[in-house]
T-cell receptor
Framework: GEQVEQLPSILRVQEGSSASINCSYE??????FPWYKQEPGENPKLIID?????ERKQIQELIVLLDKKAKRFSLHITDTQPGDSAMYFC???????????FGAGTRLKVIA | EAAVTQSPRNKVAVTGGKVTLSCNQT?????MYWYRQDTGHGLRLIHY???????EKGDIPDGYKASRPSQENFSLILELATPSQTSVYFC??????????FGEGSKLTVL
């Protein structure tokens, strides 16, 4: 099936610094790019998303960037806090068929 | 907040046994999904559905069947469970906004 590559798989950052997670996709028909956060023992929850008609979106400390030409998108968490420690998943979605393909995930650890 | 309920939450099965994981959503979403989550593999799509009576194969459908008898319910069926199917299974539903709402997960252990 269509692949979404997500890197890095593990990310350790100092509290207060920035964290960046990168994803790339294959399906040029993908037009919706959400990011999910999963706390230990819980289910994934949407934290931010971007659609193909945008290049940048920010919600508080979360910034997502989309480069459609390169088929890449990224999540940037500024001023990280211990509460940001979690698994993060990107996805690339073709809303023509709503086949939701996730990346393999990034385990973020914010060190106090 | 969308509500997606999975049952059972924990299941121990024997090799060769039949396992059914059930999912119910109360938000009238057309799309429903079954994923399995394993360390190092993230969320892998098993089956999905566009509505009652529809089932589609995901990326790893082998060894699994799915059933969507109604808008609200979507089941995942393992006819002959194997130890390799030991995993955490998540059901999710989604509407036209694209956002998925996940259930709490079902932990399956096949001995």
């Amino acid at each position: 099936g269509e692949q979404v590559e997500q890197l890095p798989s593990i990310l350790r950052v100092q509290e207060g610094s920035s964290a960046s997670i990168n994803c790339s996709y294959e399906d040029s028909a993908s037009n919706y790019f959400p990011w999910y956060k999963q706390e230990p023992g819980e289910n994934p929850k949407l934290i931010i998303d971007i659609r193909s008609n945008m290049e940048r979106k920010q919600i508080q400390e979360l910034i997502v960037l989309l480069d459609k030409k390169a088929k890449r998108f990224s999540l940037h968490i500024t001023d990280t806090q211990p509460g940001d420690s979690a698994m993060y998943f990107c996805a690339a979605v073709n809303t023509g068929n709503y086949k939701y393909v996730f990346g393999a995930g990034t385990r973020l650890k914010v060190i106090a | 907040e969308a509500a997606v309920t999975q049952s059972p939450r924990n299941k121990v099965a024997v090799t060769g046994g039949k396992v059914t994981l059930s999912c119910n959503q109360t938000n009238n979403h057309n799309n429903m999904y079954w994923y399995r989550q394993d360390t190092g593999h993230g969320l892998r799509l098993i089956h999905y559905s566009y509505g009652a009576g529809s089932t589609e194969k995901g990326d790893i459908p082998d060894g699994y069947k799915a059933s969507r008898p109604s808008q609200e319910n979507f089941s995942l069926i393992l006819e002959l469970a194997t130890p390799s199917q030991t995993s955490v299974y998540f059901c999710a539903s989604g509407g036209n906004t694209g956002q998925l709402y996940f259930g709490e997960g079902s932990k399956l252990t096949v001995l």
